[in-house]
């Protein structure tokens, strides 16, 4: 059984084909051109995967999407692509596959049902896993007992819209003082940059700040002071065993996981919260299309269930595992 994995972020489309086992097929993966043009992106990411191993060999779809999103509708208005606001994804995927089940969930809920099911090298823990996008935006999603947990509308774990500042910045979705605001890429760099740094972009801060520099490591402090925040308070609420972490800035390494850490065990008072292990996602870039993957492979098998709604009713899929 060979699936499609589709994994839509804010400044890049990718897709895979992927085993039964988690073994990948093919990969690719497009840039977002811009603020429009994302159905074009869509198609190409796609069609490059359908070319390499024919449309005929894949039996359905998984997408793990920035949101919001309505799973039930099929819908996503990712906060990050202006140009798509209730966009009809599930409807415009199953066009270019018709005939085959589609499958829609936040992009940070499939990275942590990915290190579920295939990373997660300790051993999958008994309780609660955290999944964080730390990224153009800041997103995340939860797997409880072993099973995925999307909410009654699909949302649940949108953890970078906690607010972490009443008196902070306007955020794009809307609210003020989001953990986003702090902690996202664009976000660093834009405080970076107002505090004298004249660098470009999130990748070249996280250069500077393990280089040394003043201001970049000052910036990534401040972002790993509010993800700590975010990570307790969740961990409060679901009594979490682990955070699983990645995006693009999550690459930045010591940078960002030394003062996050740091911060999580200044700031873990009680014993429950003091257990808590914060990683780095095991499986990288792969860990969203694999859990897109599962959503798809794991739909019909397995002991346990738990909801995902699904377009016109809500459906149960079964933990990978």
Not at 2 to 15: H, M, N, P, Q, Y
Not at 37 to 45: C, D, F, K, M, P
Not at 52 to 65: F, K, M, P
Not at 141 to 146: A, C, E, K, S
């Amino acid at each position: 059984m060979t699936v499609l994995a589709v994994d839509i972020g804010g400044t890049k489309f990718a897709a895979a084909a992927v085993e039964a086992d988690g073994a990948i097929r093919a990969r690719a993966e497009v840039p977002l051109r811009g603020r429009d043009g994302a159905e074009e992106v869509l198609l190409e990411v796609v069609g490059r995967i359908t070319g390499e191993v024919g449309a005929d060999r894949l039996t359905g779809v998984g997408i793990g999407s920035a949101g919001p999103l309505d799973p039930r509708a099929g819908t996503v208005s990712p906060v990050n692509i202006p140009s798509w606001r209730d966009f009809p994804l599930v409807g415009a995927v199953e066009r270019m596959l018709p005939g085959r089940p589609v499958r829609l969930a936040g992009d940070a809920q499939c990275m942590a049902l990915g290190e579920w099911w295939l990373g997660l090298p300790e051993g999958r823990p008994s309780g609660a896993v955290l999944g964080v996008v730390v990224s153009t935006g800041v997103g995340g999603g939860l797997v409880l007992d072993g099973l995925p947990y999307l909410g009654p509308t699909g949302n649940a774990g949108h953890i970078g819209h906690i607010v972490a500042d009443a008196n902070g910045d306007r955020c794009p979705c809307g609210a003020v003082g989001c953990v986003e605001t702090v902690a996202s890429g664009p976000s660093m760099v834009r405080w970076a940059r107002a505090n004298g740094w004249t660098g470009d972009d999130a990748k070249a801060l996280a250069g500077d700040a393990d280089s040394g520099d003043a201001v970049a490591r000052r910036a990534f402090r401040r972002a790993a002071g509010t993800l700590a925040a975010a990570v307790l308070t969740t961990s409060a609420l679901f009594d979490l065993d682990h955070v699983v972490i990645g995006g693009g800035v999550a690459a930045a390494g010591a940078v960002l996981f030394d003062p996050l850490r740091e911060a999580v065990e200044a700031n873990a008072g009680l014993g429950f919260l003091r257990r808590l292990r914060v990683t780095p996602t095991s499986l990288g870039r792969d860990a969203g299309l694999l859990g897109a993957a599962a959503l798809v492979l794991h739909r019909d098998t397995g002991p346990t269930e738990t909801l995902v709604p699904e377009r016109g009713a809500p459906g149960r899929v079964p933990s990978p595992g």
